[in-house]
């Protein structure tokens, strides 16, 4: 089908490409209806890496996953695999396996035909599509099922199909778009562990959209958060979590409270922040303050405590609601100045609410709380 | 065990009523023709006084038939072209229309359907107006481009529906795999969207089959056509044979009903 350059590695079905090239999208822009669906991202994806684009629906994560794929050409930027830009190649010659949203799988043919189609499509030979369908077969677990047809089969194996679909071709790089929203809870970790264990085994560079923080966090070597068409951080999962670079980061992966106060101090330990329900916190920050600044310190739930005595750095709080959940003690309280907090405890057993109603609030010994300006 | 109340009772009486109406006026002639055909008399008369195949074995008959079997061939031929030529073109239409968002795309799917609304009767006045003016000869030929006209739609319509139905993200699945448009087409589209093709073809012949106003315009006595020659043979002598070619076009449609459902079904069953 008029594909002149096909890869070396194509002839040998049983090797996985040896080095796993690297994506790099240079200064991406794409504009949409007059506004900005892409505006300027620049992401470099290193050889073997699986990065997931997360961010709520409309940030423009899927938009950007399809210029990588092809399917919509970008209106400014370079997307470069390895040292080589693909902005010129259309889709069919980019080597790029997508596991869609839906799966996509062809409802009119059989499980081998679905895997087979990239390799016949190539003109390989009857021999080599037998060969290759066996082995992406045995590597998805699913040789029973070569001559069913999709609706036959259950969601999670629907997937496995479409990931050995894209796999058979030997693709440079895998796309994953949404991969585990159509599955169902209980299905979604046996997949996220076939997913990273395939991505590994076949050395491949990968991106993953998702709009949630749990399936990024579980899989992906870094995590691009993205808003509004501009990726706001890249880190690691426990980077982003820990250290977010931004109150929508902060906002988006987890949750947090917020507490208003002002700086008073800055010194080594970091700054000396005067909340407004009446205490003063010392928060580490790698950004810088002036005393005097209104900040928002922000806390991850599990890294409050509540306390029966009043203490340094603790502010008196009245517990509305605490919900037993699984291991954890989940309680809402309500603390001055009308602010509303949520604390995480570890839940001793028998243990389904707090006793008194009256309490006081604190960090935890291992809290890290954020600090951002408050406008 | 629920209740039925009152209105569930008129609702349901009501509704069976009109059913059995509908029913009866549509299998009712159908039932009285096929009866009649069957009959011994020598006129078309209901109910039969007795039965018998002496009409079919008339109408049968290569000699005193001929006229019958040549119109019955001349609309065959006629219906089978048209819906070949037709089903290749309204495919290509359909493939254009549906790729396509644009208002214009509207535009011409309006346009190539709109011989389903256009007085068929008028149509076939123009085209032999049409055609005298061209200096064009009445023949099987023209008769084949009056008709396709006529019933191309028909395929246009069933086609460009599965077109729509079609999930895009299979070709796009097809494209990221490596496969060229070519490739596409024969592997994915053709097939999904062969049970549409088929019911619009089915459609298509038939309406060509049974089509009046285009053949009363466009044939001639040497290009007589089965619909034509019937009413003909009404007017002039109310020969029981029109019944027996009545019957004979039902079965023949029967049977290639129960052949598409068959296909078709098949299919859709193939194709989830």
Redesign the interface.
């Known amino acids: ?3 002149g350059s096909r890869p070396v590695m194509l002839q040998r079905p049983d090797m996985p490409p040896a080095v796993a090239q690297p994506l790099t999208l240079d200064g991406v822009t794409h504009s949409y209806g007059g506004g900005l669906a892409v505006d300027n991202v620049t992401l470099e994806v290193k050889g073997g890496e699986l990065v997931a684009l997360l961010g709520p629906s409309g940030c423009g994560k899927t938009t950007l996953l399809r210029i990588v ?3 919509i050409e970008q209106s400014n930027g370079k997307v470069i695999i390895g040292e080589r830009p693909i902005d010129t190649l ?9 596991v ?1 949203q ?1 799966y ?5 043919m059989t499980v081998a035909q679905n895997i087979a ?2 390799l ?3 003109g390989e030979s009857r021999k080599v599509q037998a060969e290759r369908v066996a082995e992406m077969l045995a590597i998805v677990q699913l040789e029973a099922m070569a001559d069913r ?3 036959q089969l259950s969601g999670g194996q629907q997937q496995r199909v479409a990931l050995a ?2 796999l058979a ?1 030997r693709p440079r790089i895998l796309l994953l778009d949404e991969p585990f929203a159509a599955l169902d809870k209980n299905l979604r970790l046996d997949m996220q562990i076939e997913i990273k264990r395939l991505q590994r085994q076949f050395a491949l560079t990968a991106i993953m959209v998702t709009h949630d923080q749990d399936e990024a966090m579980a899989i992906a070597d870094r995590i691009a958060v993205m808003s509004q068409g501009r990726i706001e951080q890249v880190g690691t999962p426990t980077q982003v979590y820990d250290e977010p670079a931004s109150l929508f980061v902060n906002g988006f992966l987890g949750t947090s409270n917020l507490l208003d106060g002002t700086v008073e101090t800055a010194g080594p330990e970091g700054y000396g922040v005067a909340l407004n329900a009446g205490t003063r916190w010392t928060v580490a920050s790698s950004r810088k303050f002036a005393p005097g600044e209104p900040v928002t310190v922000s806390v991850r739930p599990e890294q409050m405590v509540l306390a029966d005595e009043a203490g340094e750095g603790r502010f008196p709080v009245s517990v509305a609601l605490s919900l037993p959940i699984g291991g954890e003690l989940i309680h809402d309280v309500a603390g001055p100045a009308g602010t509303s907090l949520k604390i995480a405890a570890p839940r001793r057993p028998g243990v389904s609410s707090r006793s008194a109603e009256q309490a006081f609030c604190g960090l935890a010994d291992h809290a890290r709380p954020s600090l951002f300006a408050r406008s | 065990m629920q209740r039925s109340t009152f209105s569930d009772i008129t609702y349901k009486w009501a509704v069976g009523l009109l059913a059995g109406l509908g029913i009866l006026i549509l299998v009712g002639p159908v039932a009285i023709v096929i009866a009649t055909s069957f009959t011994t008399s020598q006129t078309l008369r209901f109910p039969p006084p007795e039965l018998s195949l002496r009409w079919y074995r008339e109408l049968f008959d290569p000699v005193r038939s001929a006229q019958i079997h040549i119109a019955a061939w001349n609309s065959v031929w006629v219906a089978f072209c048209a819906t070949a030529v037709g089903m290749v073109l309204s495919v290509l239409a359909a493939l254009a229309v549906a790729r396509v968002s644009r208002p214009s795309a509207r535009l011409l799917e309006a346009g190539f359907l709109s011989p389903l609304v256009l007085p068929t009767l008028s149509y076939g006045l123009a085209a032999l107006m049409f055609f005298s003016v061209m200096g064009i000869r009445p023949s099987l030929n023209l008769l084949i481009a009056g008709h396709l006209v006529v019933i191309a739609p028909f395929i246009f319509r069933t086609t460009l529906a599965s077109l729509t139905q079609l ?1 895009p ?2 070709l ?9 448009r ?2 596409a087409f024969r ?2 589209t053709l ?2 969207i062969a049970p549409g093709i088929a019911a619009g073809c089915f459609l298509a012949f038939i309406s060509s089959m049974d089509n009046v106003p285009v053949s009363l315009f466009l044939s001639t006595a040497r290009t007589g056509m089965l619909p034509i020659r019937m009413w003909g043979m009404m007017e002039s002598t109310l020969d029981v044979r029109i019944a027996a070619i009545a019957g004979v076009l039902i079965l023949a449609t029967l049977v290639l009903m129960l052949v598409m459902d068959r296909l078709t079904g098949l ?1 859709k069953r ?3």
């Open positions: 089908m008029g594909s794929a092809g399917f259309p889709p069919s010659r980019r080597e790029i396996g997508i869609f839906n996509a799988l062809f409802p009119h189609y990239g016949a499509a190539r047809k999709p609706r679909r894209a071709i | 999930d993200g299979l796009e699945a097809s494209q990221s795999l490596g496969a060229s070519l490739y592997r994915i097939p999904l299919t193939m194709s989830g």
